[in-house]
């Protein structure tokens, strides 16, 4: 095959990818938007985390809320949980890299709060960790994975919202939740500022 060729078919896959979540997704995607929403409204922010390429995402998640997505409106309380690289290193040498995200949801995390915790697996144990801190601060949980949700599916309670991609290769995955996070970011501006 040429290169050509397999940019072609990426295109191809990824599309039709994206067209398959959509069908799966929309509800919940829609579910989210609205947590989000109600939290942000009511006095909480949102917290996110994620490794690799879904530490960019929720990276990506905050700098849409705190500055802005397609239109202007005042910044929305959002932290990314994999920015601080002095808080990521002290705690990954004092207690371990398992905790990184755990120990900044005790201590940021309130009632009323939304963790976005971003595994492609579904297993990453850090993230898991967090969603049981989150839990531990009576935090509501939107779990962006794919596959079939890994660890993280059975892990959470009613009220969270698992965004689970129907693919098992991890670019599908990533392509689908970058997209899914600029669906986030449109209802919540729908919500806050109209059509």
């Known amino acids: 095959m040429s290169t050509t060729a397999r940019i072609e078919q990426h295109f191809r896959d990824s599309a039709e990818t994206k067209l398959r979540a959509a069908e799966t997704l929309a509800p919940a995607i829609a579910e989210a938007i609205d947590l989000l929403v ?3 409204t009511s006095g909480g922010k949102a917290l996110a985390c994620g490794n690799g390429g879904s530490a960019a995402d929720a990276q990506h998640f905050a700098a849409e809320l705190v500055g802005r997505f397609e239109r202007e409106r005042p910044g929305l309380p959002a932290v990314a949980l994999t920015t601080d690289s002095s808080i990521l290193t002290a705690i990954g040498n004092d207690y371990d890299f398992n905790v990184v995200f755990a120990k900044q949801v005790h201590a940021l995390g309130q009632p009323g709060d939304v963790l976005l915790a971003i595994s492609t ?3 990453s144990a850090n993230v898991i960790a967090a969603i049981e801190a989150a ?3 009576e935090m509501r949980v939107i779990a962006m994975t794919g596959r079939d949700g890994g660890k993280i599916a059975g892990l959470l309670r009613e009220g969270d919202i698992n965004l689970c991609v129907p693919s098992q290769r991890t670019a599908r995955i990533q ?6 996070l600029h669906c986030l970011c449109d209802g919540i501006d729908v919500a806050l500022l109209g059509e």
């Not at 392509?175 to 899914?180: A, G, N």
Request: avoid cysteine; charged fraction near 20%.
């Open 38 to 40: 109600a939290a942000l």
């Open 121 to 123: 697996s579904g297993n």
């Open 175 to 180: 392509e689908v939740h970058l997209l899914t």
């Open 135 to 137: 839990h531990e601060r």
